[in-house]
């Protein structure tokens, strides 16, 4: 069976002090159809997001620990590969389809971020929610954290943002 990622880690030519924006984009000439990019950095590199979105490719990213990230890059229109590894409790692929939907793209601050919290406040313990931001949510990541809920979201190639959060506290059995 053949890789569904090709893989590049970029943290040693950053920490360096290198640019490894040649490398990637010779990783993403090397893809094969319909093959992903699974790039490990020493941060999440957004504008990397937009040149890669306008080559079609959708992002996904989450922090790996110690300040590392790995964004996987998939082509529009090809289904995103599976991790290797199992789901678990707090892996997303565990968690259930979204209860509620909010599109607060159109908003200003601090309502996405009102708007946002109110609706986990409805939820149950283990529910979801997703959202569509107009931008990266800094601020509301540190609320979630502060309340115990557990969150993944990416950059669409649009712009907006698409985060899912899951209620923290016991789910029910």
Known sequence: M?????????????????EPFSAIMEAVGALAPGQSLR?????????????LGARGFQAAAREIGGGDWEVIFTPAGAAAPEPEAAATADDPRGWPRPEVELDNRDLDPPEPMTRTLEGIEGLSPGQTLAALLPREPLFLFNELRARGHSWHGFTE?????????RRGGQAPS
């Open 157 to 165: 190639p649009e712009g907006h943002y698409r985060i899912v959060i």
């Open 39 to 51: 790039l490990l950095a020493t941060f999440k590199p957004l504008p990397l997001f937009q040149v």
């Open 2 to 18: 053949s890789a569904s990622y090709l893989d590049l880690d970029v943290r040693p030519i950053l920490r360096d002090g290198g």
